[in-house]
């Protein structure tokens, strides 16, 4: 397989605070999504990135296959970003995806 | 466009009956994959389908499970003799191509007593 870690495994911020994300993988990949699953369980697409940087409102994702690693970044942190954050990474084949980040956001 | 449609969205079986999952794929997707979550395994890969055709279902348990994709519009995951390890949620997803983007359906519960 192609491991893929997250970490941390969880986290807590406070209302405003911000924060990043990590997904490492073992080798070179053509592509990571973020996803955030919410409390019902459905995947909410965050970023699809073949490459580069994109920003999204409080959001903003790296992508560095090279150094085979992408970053999920979040500012202003709210309520409602509460969930677990999931990457998924692919080359040639289907996308694998990490544990996830739990994340917490309290008031 | 509705997305990626799953039926059904939660399914109760007994131990050694049989369970039946279909996913519709968003239309003009050439790339139909199926996924578990547990909390024990978290988001595993099963298979996938590139127009129609079985990729890689390495990720398959090799009893019990099989799937099907009989024409672009549905896939299925067939279950066999289900056990309570069984029990989880199966997820269906399409992408235009195989590296692409997914689209998540939101997921069929299956539970096994």
């Known amino acids: 397989g192609m491991p893929v870690e997250q970490n941390p495994p969880a986290l807590s911020l406070y209302e405003g605070a911000e924060s990043g994300l990590r997904c490492n993988f073992s080798?070179?990949?053509?592509?990571v999504q973020w996803f955030q699953q919410n409390h019902r369980g459905r995947l909410i697409t965050l970023f699809y990135?073949?490459?580069g940087t994109k920003e999204n409102g409080r959001l903003k994702s790296t992508f560095n296959s090279k150094e085979r690693y992408s970053t999920l970044h979040i500012k202003d942190a709210q309520l409602e970003d509460s969930g677990t954050y999931f990457c998924?990474?692919?080359?040639?084949?289907?996308?694998?995806f990490g544990a996830g980040t739990k994340l917490s956001v309290k008031p | 466009n509705a997305g990626v449609i799953q039926t059904p969205r939660h399914k109760v079986t007994g131990k050694g009956q049989e369970a039946t999952l279909w996913c519709e794929p968003i239309?003009?997707?050439?790339?139909v994959f199926w996924y578990r979550q547990t909390i024990v395994q978290g988001l595993e890969f099963l298979t996938y389908?590139?127009?129609?055709?079985?990729?890689?279902d390495s990720g398959m348990p090799k009893e019990r499970f099989s799937a099907q994709m009989p024409n672009q519009s549905h896939s299925t995951l067939k279950i066999q003799s289900t056990q309570p390890q069984d029990s989880a949620v199966y997820l269906c997803?399409?992408?235009?191509?195989?590296?692409?983007?997914?689209?998540f359906g939101e997921g069929s519960k299956l539970t096994v007593l």
């Open positions: 990135l073949a490459q």
């Open positions: 998924a990474v692919s080359n040639n084949n289907a996308p694998r």
């Open positions: 997803a399409s992408s235009l191509r195989d590296t692409g983007q997914l689209y």
């Open positions: 389908f590139r127009n129609q055709a079985p990729i890689d």
């Open positions: 239309s003009g997707h050439s790339a």
């Open positions: 080798t070179t990949m053509k592509g």
